[in-house]
């Protein structure tokens, strides 16, 4: 039995103020879904990260923490009930053991690491280099048009850290990125200017779910759609549409710009970093110490 129980009404209420935070966002997300409209931005959290907007509006009181009288929570998964009181099942923890390692890792590597200033968001740039027909967001045209996308590309060096933004570089862009990464050089890469890694914070918290609070979850999502935001802006995209100004990385004030959205950011999330790598050393403190990551 957990050493903290919560009454019901003081659980619902704290479920119930952390369910109406989230449906500011969940709620218009599923009517867009519901009418099949697209917004690349505020969409994006939702569909690229595969969270759905339930488990968002979803409280989890964490480990250690009953529940009592909690039915809803009952019959979720990784619960368990004993003397009308419910609580997350510890023994679940184990199985999470090599995935709470290697995060342990990428947060304190990226935390470490020396933030980078120069790379100027020419990711999304690169991913429609010499290929816009594919592009992913076909429902917003080209801030400068194919050809003129395709000329800011060839005259900057390429020089993105983050993994997960390089796969999705076109085949002709790739070759010109100042390094070629795997997913193996994710913890070796990782750095806190970048703003996708500001962004992959959300994914960090809502996979320690429901082993931890679940308002760092909100936290975080709140905080890359900030991200996702600046991003978009800084892309090739013409995003007027959706009520943002570009922001013009082709130019020594779009530069300038995006590094101060960049520096923004990242102190943003260094807070929201240090959280969850203590969550993280939480959750790893009473297990087994057979931490073969290392």
């Known amino acids: 039995m ?39 931005v505020e969409d994006f959290l939702f569909v690229y990260y595969n969270y759905s907007p339930g488990a968002l509006a979803r409280w989890h009181p964490g ?27 510890p023994t679940r923890l184990e199985r999470r053991l090599p995935g709470l390692r290697w995060t342990r890792r990428l947060l304190e590597n990226t935390a470490e690491r020396e933030p980078r200033w120069n790379c100027f968001g020419l990711h999304e740039w690169a991913m429609v280099y010499e290929g ?47 390094a070629t990464l795997t997913r193996e050089d994710q913890l070796a890469f990782e750095q806190p200017g970048c703003v996708h890694v500001t962004m992959d914070l959300y994914r960090i918290a809502f996979r320690l779910q429901p082993f931890v609070e679940a308002t760092v979850v909100l936290d975080a999502f709140e905080l890359a759609l900030e991200a996702r935001r600046v991003d978009m802006r800084a892309s090739p995209y013409d995003v007027t549409s959706l009520g943002l100004a570009p922001i013009t990385v082709e130019t020594a004030d779009g530069k300038a710009l995006y590094v101060s959205e960049q520096r923004r950011l990242s102190a943003l ?26």
């Open 2 to 40: 957990p050493e903290v129980v919560l009454d019901r009404a003081v659980w619902r209420a704290r479920a119930e103020a952390h369910r109406e935070r989230a449906e500011a966002w969940t709620r218009p997300h599923l009517a867009r879904r519901e009418a099949r409209e697209k917004h690349p």
């Open 132 to 178: 816009a027909r594919d592009r992913r967001h076909e429902d917003l045209p080209l801030r400068l048009g194919a050809d003129g996308t395709d000329e800011v590309v060839r005259a900057h060096p390429l020089r993105c850290t983050h993994v997960d933004a390089f796969r999705f570089f076109t085949p002709a862009a790739a070759p010109r990125n100042a």
């Open 269 to 294: 999330a260094a807070p929201l970093r240090e959280r969850l790598l203590l969550e993280v050393k939480n959750l790893l403190s009473p297990m087994p110490q057979n931490d073969t990551t290392r």
């Open 63 to 89: 480990l250690g923490v009953g529940l009592a009288d909690a039915p809803e929570y009952e019959r979720l998964g990784a619960y368990t009930t004993s003397g009308g009181v419910s609580f997350v099942d």
